[in-house]
């Protein structure tokens, strides 16, 4: 085996902004679906990870990936890696004209 340099295999979570309250952190909500264990039916599983955003560009409704890192603080251990796709502004014109 030679002594090439390898990086750490991290692991990756897509999931929906819920709070952008805090500076550079993120509150995701990362939905995933599993099977009851004596039932079998599929069960919708919920979990909140906080997770790091330089910038502070994610907004509330966005969906992002997030990736594994160091500890950054007492709850986070993830940061953004992309925002796949843009929630809606509320309140923004569309550019279609519908006042008289």
Same mark, same amino acid.
């Given at each position: 085996m030679?002594m090439?340099?390898?990086t750490?295999h991290? $692991?990756?979570?897509?999931?929906? +902004?819920e709070?952008?309250?805090?500076? $550079?952190?993120?509150v995701? =909500?990362?939905?995933?679906?599993? $099977? %009851?264990?004596?039932?079998? #039916?599929p069960v919708?599983r919920?979990k #909140?990870?906080m &997770? %790091?955003?330089e910038?502070?560009?994610?907004r509330?409704g966005?969906?992002?990936q997030?990736?594994?890192t160091r500890?950054?603080? =007492?709850?986070? =251990?993830w940061? +953004?890696a992309q925002i796949?796709?843009r &929630?809606p502004?509320l309140g &923004?014109?569309?550019g279609?004209g519908?006042? &008289?």
């Amino acid at each position: 085996m030679s002594m090439k340099e390898q990086t750490p295999h991290r $692991k990756v979570r897509t999931g929906i +902004v819920e709070s952008d309250k805090m500076d $550079k952190t993120v509150v995701v =909500r990362v939905e995933r679906m599993s $099977k %009851h264990p004596l039932y079998g #039916k599929p069960v919708l599983r919920v979990k #909140k990870y906080m &997770a %790091h955003d330089e910038i502070n560009e994610c907004r509330p409704g966005d969906r992002i990936q997030i990736e594994e890192t160091r500890p950054l603080s =007492r709850h986070k =251990r993830w940061k +953004v890696a992309q925002i796949i796709e843009r &929630a809606p502004v509320l309140g &923004a014109e569309t550019g279609e004209g519908g006042g &008289a």
